[in-house]
């Protein structure tokens, strides 16, 4: 390991380099003007694995964005590891909020910034090198396969078929994924569990045209005034989901379950100052951790309606449109929640207005075991580098697809994420410790000499 | 008046070419951008007046947009009418929703089609013409000033001041005003009730930037979300408007009144197949006519937070933001109004997020007496052109100024509009009919003439 040690500290600008080249790419899967930017950034990718020590890579088309495979086969009887990621990233908005150009990425106070720096370049890339270090010092103790998508951010819609599509190819013995976030530098962790979600957008339809205000103020049913109605009729005041048979399937914790989980390390003060909040919210009866690990949520993502311009116009809107996700836990099931969600939203509608409910994207929620070896291999490795044992950790976020490499591939999947949540992922200006993604390098080669032992 | 008569018809389509110049300048007074099209606009209407027999026109500077002011005195002694209109227009937004060009006026289908073709632009060239007709043939009755504003639609925050400084100027014995509209062609009206208004904006900011719904969905308070819930509050499940104070100094109909009021032409079902609507909603022991004419109203006239892009974005927006107006009827005052929105939205929100509470502009509500000698001459007049005595008309609309000039200047006004509801005025595909315009042309002259007698 010390050989791969060195090689590391040797390269560590050039490593550096490569990434920013990776940013600038501005791979935003969920705008379509930017689909040539996919193609050119999984050429990138395909292209540095090879140049890594990949036998072969290869950018596989798909239904929508196009996959990179690459592998390193040592020997065949030998383990194989799959590291899963993805190249694709979100978009900017809002972009006056970024105080550096999102996709031309800069170091300052020992952190890189720019859009993908952690979520989910900046992780994949630590991959890239740990496998370069290990392959230029030959010591790549078992197979390696990269499949890296480009559609992560739009809920990975191609990647359940180009699973079930390539399953031979995608043989391995633990897929390795890093697009999560660890409780800090100080308290290293891994994720044992993530969210499912549901992702709608629902449009109301008032009037066949925007009408005058005054005119017809008070007369006719607004759709925005209607929107906020249904959309505050979701939640009750206790925090509550209102939509029938929504907690039908919902995994309560036992009390010492519930004991065990709050045992992460927590301040509420901290929690608030750093959001300058003055006041958290959600399901009356549990703890912040609860709320985000293993309770569900309903959030308007987005919002929009009538005349949202400078100065005044009064115009009742002809419509408005909200962007609304349910994150789900075991054993919440995407699919039916949608279905849920539109019937009842549906039936709460006025007869006033019209509305169109369209489910835009869902995932199952994920529960990792912490007693298959992959995951004790994570647990050592990253005692060695971080000094510490790491804790089980149920994180908020989903990554659909994670489910569906369980029931598709039959391969669990180790969620050694190194992102932190100062990291502003999904939000302007994120950014990446120089020493989460150099500590990543280091702690991979770890992982894979006590995984193939 | 014969000659009158003949010099319109000999004329009309120079008239028509006239106005498309007029609709061609995108005189938009909400959009900061177009400043100088403001400036042109009034340029080109004073120059117009001239033309079309003033003695003296001027463009007069304002702390905003500037007032064109013309005149005509044909003899100190004998009456005066003010003809006021605005030359500004509405944003146009949403843009993709116009068949035609906003500002590249068309004619079709007998209806001119472009921003402002009725307001006010098509309505104030109606004077303009109908003046030019009388001077023109030596048949002007009385004397005649135009004052021509470009702030109309952003509530005329400077022709108040524009008004004190300029009494002497001004005087006149009645205020002429087209803004507003008739019952239908075949029912003609003349508005005597104006709604005032009070238009606020809300901010409500929650975390200090936008964060990941998956790592925090749940645990903190959503501004978008809580936004929806604030707005819903406003209004209870009776139509009743929930701010302590507001309905106070409503002045409530006595039995007759609402009798009365009821007798004006109103047909349900076109009423809702026009719109499109299922159903109409408002405050409940009100008609629809009560509801537009005689009782406040609250309407979210913009909101946004959020993603509102192609696709998905999982993030709880940082702040989420509403324009909120509120018709006002006899005897609320809007600055009163504005005040107890503010002090009722801050008292519902939440700790867990902050609000910022704007007025963005408002106006008082107007009674025109029906007895008063510039109502009977209107009600002739236009019993001569349509054959049909008018029916006085409440409208649900506002000009905020309407009150302002009787308590500045001392001057009643007389709402004599010839648009109709289907002239889709602050909405995508604007127009105004031919016959609208031509039948306003004719009726303005006998005005003059039954209001100099």
Redesign the interface.
């Known amino acids: 390991m010390d050989q791969v040690k060195q090689y590391i500290e040797a390269n560590k600008e050039r490593f550096l380099d490569e990434l920013f080249e990776l940013l600038r790419i501005p791979s935003i899967?969920?705008?379509?003007e930017h689909k040539p930017d996919m193609q050119r950034c999984a050429e990138w990718l395909a292209a540095a694995l090879v140049k890594a020590g990949a036998d072969r890579a290869e950018v596989m088309p798909t239904e929508g964005n196009p996959v990179v495979y690459a592998e390193k086969i040592i020997d065949p009887k030998a383990k194989t590891v799959l590291v899963y990621g993805h190249y694709d990233v979100?978009?900017v908005?809002?972009r006056e909020?970024w105080r550096t150009e999102p996709f031309e990425p800069v170091v300052k106070d020992g952190r890189i910034w720019g859009r993908g720096a952690d979520d989910d370049k900046g992780q994949l890339y630590m991959h890239a090198k740990a496998f370069e270090a290990m392959c230029a010092t030959d010591s790549l103790p078992c197979n390696v396969k990269f499949m890296l998508e480009g559609e992560e951010?739009?809920?990975s819609p191609s990647l359940y078929g180009f699973c079930a599509k390539n399953k031979k190819l995608l043989k391995a013995d633990i897929i390795l994924v890093s697009d999560t976030?660890m409780i800090s530098m100080q308290q290293p962790s891994i994720t044992c569990g993530l969210?499912g979600?549901a992702?709608m957008e629902v449009e109301v339809t008032?009037?066949?045209?925007?009408?005058?205000?005054?005119?017809?103020?008070?007369?006719?049913?607004?759709p925005?005034?209607v929107?906020?109605?249904l959309?505050?009729q979701l939640?009750d005041e206790t925090?509550r989901i209102t939509i029938p048979g929504f907690y039908d399937k919902v995994r309560e914790l036992t009390p010492a379950e519930r004991k065990a989980f709050n045992k992460a390390p927590f301040c509420m003060r901290k929690y608030k100052q750093a959001?300058?909040?003055?006041?958290?919210?959600?399901?009356e009866g549990y703890t912040?951790l609860e709320?985000?690990g293993v309770?569900?949520?309903?959030?308007?993502?987005?919002?929009?309606?009538?005349?949202?311009?400078?100065?005044?116009?009064?115009?009742?809107?002809s419509k408005?449109?909200?962007?609304i996700?349910m994150?789900l836990v075991p054993n919440q099931n995407h699919k039916e929640i949608a279905k849920l969600f539109e019937k009842h939203f549906k039936a709460i509608a006025?007869?006033?207005?019209?509305v169109v409910v369209k489910s835009?994207?869902g995932g199952q929620p994920y529960v990792a075991p912490t007693d298959m070896p992959a995951y004790k291999a994570a647990e050592k490795a990253i005692k060695e580098t971080f000094g510490k044992k790491p804790l089980p950790f149920y994180?908020?976020?989903?990554i659909p697809i994670i489910s569906g490499f369980e029931s598709i591939l039959g391969i669990k999947s180790l969620l050694i994420g190194f992102g932190l949540?100062e990291d502003?992922?999904?939000?302007?200006?994120e950014s990446y410790g120089l020493n989460q993604f150099y500590k990543g390098i280091d702690t991979i080669p770890y992982f894979y000499k006590y995984f193939a032992e």
Chains 1, 2 share one sequence.
């Open positions: 899967s969920a705008q379509s979100m978009p908005d809002p909020e951010e739009i809920g976030s969210r979600l992702y008032g009037p066949n045209k925007d009408l005058h205000s005054g005119l017809f103020g008070g007369a006719v049913a607004n925005a005034n929107l906020a109605r959309v505050n939640v925090g959001l300058e909040i003055g006041a958290v919210e959600g399901e912040t709320r985000t309770r569900p949520s309903l959030d308007v993502n987005g919002i929009w309606g009538g005349y949202i311009g400078e100065g005044t116009k009064t115009v009742i809107p408005a449109t909200a962007k996700s994150r006025p007869k006033s207005v019209k835009l994207h994180s908020g976020g989903s949540s502003a992922i999904h939000s302007p200006n």
